[in-house]
């Protein structure tokens, strides 16, 4: 069966830096988009960051110029690096894999990807 698997999440101090990991297996995810999204307690989930072959990479304007979305087609995994963390930043981080890649999405939308880990804790105390 395909299971993403997230580590990597935690307890950190505002300004505080964390590195996501995302382990897919099962079937390959190197020729597709794979994101991060992530839902707080209350809130609607919400999408953090995209990576691509030919769409590049994507973020949320909340985490832009302090997340970088990277990959390992090899290691069929996606890492998220997490910098000047802030207590808005607080929620269960996923990620996420399609084998439906293309050019006519952003895949900045949950309903776009149709494979997802359980999700890895992130809380960033003030």
């Known amino acids: 069966q395909v299971q993403l698997i997230e580590s990597g999440g935690g307890l950190v101090q505002a300004g505080g830096s964390l590195t996501l990991s995302c382990v897919a297996s099962?079937?390959?995810?190197?020729?597709?988009?794979m994101g991060w999204f992530r839902q707080a307690p209350g809130k609607e989930r919400e999408f953090v960051a995209m990576?691509?072959?030919?769409?590049?990479?994507r973020y949320a304007d909340s985490v832009r110029a302090r997340f970088a979305i990277s990959r390992d087609k090899g290691k069929n995994s996606v890492y998220l690096q997490m910098n000047s963390l802030q207590p808005g930043d607080t929620a269960v981080y996923s990620c996420?894999?399609?084998?439906?890649?293309?050019?006519?999405?952003?895949?900045?939308?949950?309903?776009?990807?149709?494979?997802w880990g359980q999700g890895t804790q992130v809380t960033v105390s003030s």
């Open positions: 996420a894999a399609t084998t439906r890649g293309g050019v006519f999405a952003q895949y900045t939308n949950a309903r776009q990807y149709d494979y």
């Open positions: 099962g079937r390959s995810f190197s020729s597709g988009p």
């Open positions: 990576i691509d072959g030919l769409l590049g990479t």
